[in-house]
């Protein structure tokens, strides 16, 4: 599985790879085979300690999965009756482990890497090799995911054209994530978003916009904000989702940033 995440990085750098290696690694961001829907059901009972029949009324088979873990859609009957549909995301079983045995080849070539090629020292192999590993922890625990979207959500509740899913806090645990279904489309598909009579231009605007507003303003941002996090829902919100790796900056680097892009902007460098 770590071998698919570093893939998914480099499928947002066609300046590294090339545009036709990057847009065949785009695969890897939501298009991995599915694990068993047993397995599945077998997360859920033991995260949330109640059988799927009691915590949902239905629970369907996958619609994606990446390297940690796939989603499922599910409907959940409220207090009043009412039938609510949700998407529930679960942790790959095993994964963990896998992630450790890689990690550990990893940083054997990272430490010979520095031993034997010291030009390569100035990239710091075995400190990325250690930003991957502390990444991949937060990012398998669903309970920091929830908290980042529920942040994200307060943060944005009054910005235009961006929202982020709500999350169901009673059915959400360490390896299982409930959040409102997004009814939507992919960022991905820019065939299929022109076809729906979206401003492309103008989505595009609004992405920037968005992130900048999070990074500068709020401090806090979507820090894997690639096209298959992002959907388009027909209203022409734009909707995050996969908080796994969020991003912090401070008052110092916010004004920072602010005078980089103002700079940049008025040709003032």
Request: charge should be neutral; hydrophobic fraction near 45%.
């Amino acid at each position: 599985p770590s071998y698919v995440k570093l893939g998914q990085f480099l499928a947002t750098r066609p300046d590294v790879v090339g545009r036709d290696m990057a847009s065949d690694l785009t695969a890897l961001q939501d298009q991995i085979p599915p694990f068993p829907m047993e397995a599945a059901r077998k997360v859920v009972e033991e995260q949330l300690g109640k059988p799927v029949e009691a915590l949902f009324e239905t629970f369907g088979l996958p619609v994606a999965a990446a390297s940690i873990a796939q989603v499922h859609p599910a409907q959940v009957r409220d207090s009043d009756g009412h039938l609510r549909a949700v998407a529930v995301k679960v942790l790959r079983p095993g994964v963990a482990e896998r992630f450790r045995r890689d990690l550990r080849s990893f940083y054997l070539i990272a430490r010979l890497v520095e031993r034997f090629h010291p030009p390569s020292r100035r990239l710091r192999p075995l400190a990325i090799v250690d930003t991957l590993a502390r990444s991949v922890e937060l990012e398998m625990d669903f309970r920091l995911e929830a908290a980042g979207l529920s942040e994200m959500g307060e943060n944005t509740a009054e910005d235009p054209g961006f929202r982020v899913p709500a999350v169901d806090w009673p059915r959400t645990a360490k390896c299982v994530l409930t959040m409102e279904w997004i009814t939507g489309r992919k960022l991905s598909d820019v065939k299929g978003l022109a076809a729906d009579g979206h401003d492309l231009p103008a989505v595009g605007a609004n992405i920037i916009q968005s992130f900048l507003r999070h990074a500068v303003r709020d401090g806090f941002f979507h820090a894997d904000m690639h096209q298959g996090n992002l959907f388009l829902e027909p209203d022409g919100t734009l909707v995050a989702v996969d908080f796994g790796i969020t991003g912090r900056l401070g008052r110092t680097e916010r004004r920072f940033l602010a005078e980089i892009l103002f700079g940049f902007i008025t040709r003032d460098y």
